[in-house]
């Protein structure tokens, strides 16, 4: 699927979106997510008989930050996807129906972040990096699979004994989506955490 020019990977408006930003990091983190999730959308297509060179699975990032894939033709089942990256690079799942994925560079969090993003029913089980960064992927790949990011509020997504527990506001767009039993899968690769989360 790589290839060694921008040509070969993105189509003429995402060269056109990667060449709007300045900052360097920022072009490595847009650019790692985009190729991860055209290899996780091509491998789905491929799946189900379609074969498209990456320029022609366009990511496009939705109204509401979401994104999606933009192809030559449309789809007859939906293409679900979420994107992360860190510093070991960019990270992208596709699936068919709603999905989260999240990644992140295992190391020590100050107190306060810990404080923002657990609940006290947790932190027990938060007491090194491994285990912070652990419920920190878990938590952003559940808000991403239910389309609230972040401001969804990441203690009402609650780790609880390898089992997802929603509250509030994330209780709130579970229960909209139809309440999907949510499955999450979470390892360690080298040292960034990752998370997986899905309906079953």
Partial sequence: LLGGSLDALLSVSEQAQLGSVSLDKRRRDWLGGRVAAKIAAARWLKQRGVDLPPPLIEIVNEKDGQPSVRLPRPLTEPLRLSISHCAAGGLAAAHGELVGVDCETI???????????????????????????????????????????????????????????????????????????????RWVEGDTAIALAYPL
């Fill in 107 to 185: 190391a020590p969090l100050e107190p306060g972040m810990l404080a923002y993003f657990t609940h006290e029913s947790e932190r027990a089980q938060a007491t090194g990096a491994d285990q912070q960064i652990g419920l920190w992927v878990v938590k952003e790949a559940v808000l991403k699979l239910l389309g609230l990011g972040l401001p969804g509020g990441p203690a009402e997504v609650r780790w609880i004994d390898g089992q997802v527990e929603l509250h509030g506001a994330a209780r709130q767009r579970w229960l909209e989506l139809g309440s999907p039993n949510l499955v999450v899968d």
